[in-house]
């Protein structure tokens, strides 16, 4: 299964460094890549800032995959919830997407388009660190498919 995260805006180094690492333990399991947009901060209205990004989003777009978007306004997943829906997508061969919207979150037209809806909770989270937490999720429920000892939740 090819998976992808796709978000909005760049990361500060320290941020970068943990996606990284996360990232390089993923590729043990399945291929995944993280492609970025730049956040269109300069837009005249927080709606033209999402319309653009959303824009810029869509056309990077894989073809045919399964689009989880992440958000406040989704469902909250055990790390053993999301375990089991990565064996299912996996099962499924068509590519996995990761959204991560920008600091204002993702345009109502892509989270509408979306086939899940993923929320961290309902804390406000800087979506660097939402990216960094996708990373380390997605790790976390390839070892409890593999039956590892990394998850020690119940």
């Known amino acids: ?22 990232r390089r333990r993923i590729e043990r399991y399945s291929p995944i890549r993280e492609l970025s947009i730049k956040e269109a901060s300069r837009a005249p209205t927080r709606l033209a800032q999402l319309a653009q990004e959303g824009q ?3 056309k990077k777009l894989p073809a045919e ?8 306004q989704g469902d909250a997943w055990s790390s053993r ?4 829906r990565l064996g299912r997508w996996q099962e499924r061969g068509t590519p996995l997407v990761f959204l ?4 204002i979150g993702l345009a109502p037209d892509l989270l509408e388009a979306a086939h ?18 996708v990373y380390e999720q997605v ?16």
């Open 139 to 154: 790790y976390r429920g390839w070892t409890i498919l593999g039956g590892e000892q990394y998850h020690k939740g119940g």
């Open 65 to 72: 995959s399964t689009l989880v978007a992440l958000s406040r």
């Open 116 to 133: 899940h809806r993923w929320s961290l909770g309902a804390l406000t989270l800087p979506h660097e660190l939402a990216r960094v937490i």
């Open 1 to 22: 299964m090819d998976m992808v995260v796709l978000a909005v805006g760049r990361l500060r180094p320290h941020y970068r460094a943990a996606c990284d690492e996360y």
């Open 56 to 58: 810029a989003l869509r």
């Open 100 to 103: 991560i919207g920008g600091s």
């Open 81 to 84: 919830e999301l375990a089991r």
